[in-house]
């Protein structure tokens, strides 16, 4: 199992920018990605960004051109910026952990934290 722990959250007037950090530790040898879910109250759970082991990144078409993620593989740490930040970007924001391990695929999250976009 990884666990991951989140950093970063706050409020923040629109146009501005915030960067979160996601740091995993445990079995991170199983991890095949990293990345970004949001859910805003009354909303399910999407997808924000995601970093492949590879170095391959997907995005949201809300976020392109906006966020960028990122990872320090010797820190086992995955970054999410955010520029251009938009009310409708408000949501709690969870790390993901896509592990592969005794032939079998999981998600480990970490416990999220909230982002606030004011108009």
């Known amino acids: 199992q990884v666990q991951l722990v989140e950093s970063g959250g706050g409020l923040v007037q629109a146009g501005g920018s915030l960067k979160l950090s996601c740091a995993a530790s445990?079995?991170?040898?199983?991890?095949?990605?990293l990345g970004w879910y949001r859910q805003a109250p009354g909303k399910q759970r999407e997808l924000v960004a995601t970093?492949?082991?590879?170095?391959?990144?997907n995005y949201a078409d809300s976020v392109k051109g906006r966020f960028t993620i990122s990872r320090d593989n010797a820190k086992n740490t995955v970054y999410l910026e955010m520029n251009s930040l938009k009310p409708e970007d408000t949501a709690v924001y969870y790390c993901?952990?896509?592990?592969?391990?005794?032939?079998?695929?999981?998600?480990?999250w970490g416990q999220g934290t909230q982002v606030t976009v004011s108009s």
């Open positions: 445990g079995s991170t040898f199983s991890i095949n990605a």
């Open positions: 970093i492949y082991n590879s170095g391959v990144t």
């Open positions: 993901n952990a896509r592990t592969f391990a005794r032939l079998r695929w999981d998600d480990d």
